[in-house]
């Protein structure tokens, strides 16, 4: 093991995405392969061909599909075991990541020669869920959702423990996941108090926050972390109690909970006010000193109805940064020693105009409460200011598909298959789901050999590559405006002589197609969902003879228009998107 001043402390992002989650989850798990590899070939490492710095993940972060990833790769690292999936697997793999994005809640005997049982996608449009004197809790059916958050964690072996982490994790990992909260979290700004014939004291004001962030410390301590962090207790419960698994598994639930279309979370006892106004404090930066103030004696717990993490905070990279700042000091702008990677499959680029001939000027009002909405959604997503610093090393990775042999010309379709109906295709056909797992296991690769580098100046003693040697730099560096810069993941599977180098070659080249037809069988399924919702909600809503006699019309006639609209969307989108 190299010097700790030859350490580089990760911190890994990932932004919602709903079914692209299955994107994610294979950049993942080309991620820990590579670690994995390079970590064995430096023990092996006789000629010094191998660099010898230290990678250490310190915090995995995200929201809804990626708060999910972020979950499911903690459980992953218990095992101890997991084996990277490198090529294209039609049954169950035992890896956790390809198996929970890939084949989702879909019956087994559809992929064992039997061609019989249920996809996802048609447990998602049963009713099992509704209650007409509850309504409807989501446009989507959640218990297959349920179903793959609950295997995760009841598949994890008895041999499971923190113990078989390797020894790039570290053993102080950090978990977090971001929820949003129905209800506000408030705190008072205390205005100056101004007593006068009128009034006794002049008010202070109100501010409501909604940002909720799970934030697991794989070492909590009881004596010292209680209030501050969430125990990571994933393992079966114990006589003594230790576990919070339920909870771990709502969370995980909760911060895919996508408004709307899949149902909400209540939680009741589980975060302790404390936790949860402690939070807040931290990552407000409130001190002492300012003029704020929480209520008082509101019950021990925080009691709320979560949806979707990606709501209001969905690419949570602040989060992650103000973790590792915390355990490691403020970072050095010449020789950054942490950083994140946020893995995005929406980027929102730096550069890109979302609208070429923008109409800035509304008359309306139909317009402005048709931009009213994204623009609260856009305000209350902003970042903290405090993890905009220059010095501190974050970087993106995204879908990308390049053209067979042209390493400067992009495919003329999206990158990704799950990409459609706003992130919903991929439930659509695990063959979508297929495509983007293994394009993120791509992406990956070529982001560790051409995007992840630091510069390297192997006579500084600050450097991450002090010391490294030559043969090392001849191996792995590439220099660019005469600096040597260095991969801080080094990918040693290139020095493989049977390894592909060809950066556009990929396990699934082609671009999955939508077979129509085969949707079309879902056209009466999703007819019955739309008829029972409306039911739940228009029930609970309306009473009385006139609607007991009209009910039945006005179902059947606007079930007919919204399924019809549905099945038209679908396919128009797909076809926009080349499928």
């Known amino acids: 093991m190299s010097d700790t001043k030859n350490t580089f402390h990760l911190g890994l992002t990932m932004a919602g995405a709903v079914s692209a989650g299955a994107y994610t989850a294979g950049f993942m798990d080309y991620i820990l392969e590579a670690l994995s590899k390079w970590e064995k070939a430096k023990q092996e490492n006789s000629n010094h061909s191998i660099p010898n710095h230290n990678v250490i993940i310190d915090a995995i972060g995200g929201a809804s599909a990626g708060g999910m990833v972020s979950m499911i790769t903690a459980l992953a690292l218990t095992d101890g075991n997991l084996k990277p999936v490198t090529e294209v697997a039609h049954t169950k793999t035992g890896n956790i990541l390809y198996d929970s994005w890939v084949f989702l809640d879909d019956d087994d005997s559809l992929y064992n020669g039997s061609n019989s049982g249920e996809t996802t996608f048609k447990k998602m449009l049963s009713n099992s869920d509704l209650d007409d004197k509850k309504g409807a809790p989501s446009l989507l059916n959640s218990k297959p959702i349920d179903n793959i958050a609950e295997k995760v964690f009841e598949q994890l072996p008895d041999s499971a423990s923190i113990d078989n982490f390797p020894s790039y994790i570290s053993k102080d990992l950090r978990i977090l996941l971001t929820v949003t909260s129905l209800r506000p979290l408030d705190y008072k700004v205390k205005l100056s108090r101004i007593q006068s014939k009128f009034l006794d004291s002049t008010p202070g004001h109100r501010i409501s926050n909604h940002d909720i962030v799970a934030h697991f410390k794989v070492s909590y301590d009881e004596t010292k972390d209680k209030g501050e962090y969430l125990p990571f207790r994933p393992l079966s419960p114990t006589l003594d109690g230790a576990s919070n698994r339920d909870f771990l598994i709502k969370v995980t639930k909760a911060t895919g909970a996508f408004p709307v279309g899949l149902a909400p979370r209540y939680f009741d006892t589980e975060f302790p006010m404390d936790y949860v106004q402690n939070n807040l404090k931290k990552r407000k930066a409130f001190t002492a000193h300012m003029d704020l103030e929480f209520d008082k004696d509101l019950g021990n717990s925080f009691q709320f109805t979560a949806v979707d993490g990606g709501t209001i905070n969905n690419e949570p990279f602040d989060e992650v940064l103000r973790c590792l700042e915390d355990n490691h ?32 000027e509304k008359t309306s009002i139909m317009d402005i409460v048709g931009n009213l909405v994204p623009t609260i959604l856009n305000q209350a997503r902003n970042k903290q200011s405090d993890t905009f610093g220059s010095g501190v090393f974050k970087i993106m990775a995204f879908p990308r598909k390049l053209k067979l042999g042209q390493v400067d010309e992009e495919v003329d379709h999206p990158p990704l298959a799950t990409g459609g109906i706003g992130g919903f295709g991929g439930f659509l056909d695990i063959e979508f789901r297929k495509h983007d797992f293994f394009l993120g296991r791509k992406n990956a690769r070529n982001f560790l050999r051409g995007v992840f580098f630091a510069e390297c100046n192997p006579k500084d003693k600050d450097n991450l590559f002090y010391g490294v040697d030559d043969a090392a730099v001849e191996a792995f560096s590439r220099v660019v405006d005469g600096k040597t810069y260095m991969p801080i993941i080094p990918d040693v599977s290139k020095l493989d002589p049977n390894d592909d180098p060809n950066p556009t070659r990929y396990p699934i080249q082609e671009f999955p197609k939508f077979d129509a037809k ?8 999703i007819k019955n969902r739309v008829k029972a919702i409306l039911k739940a909600e228009l029930n609970s809503k309306f009473s009385g003879f006139f609607w007991w006699l009209s009910r039945g019309l006005v179902i059947g006639k606007v079930s007919r228009k919204l399924t019809k609209w549905v099945m038209n969307t679908v396919e128009k989108d797909l076809r926009k998107r080349g499928m």
């Open 518 to 525: 085969a949707f079309k069988k879902f056209e009466k399924p």
């Open 329 to 360: 000091g403020p970072e050095d702008v010449n020789n950054p020693k942490y950083g994140t990677i946020l893995i995005d499959p929406f980027p929102n680029f730096e550069d890109e105009i979302i609208n070429p001939t923008p109409d800035y």
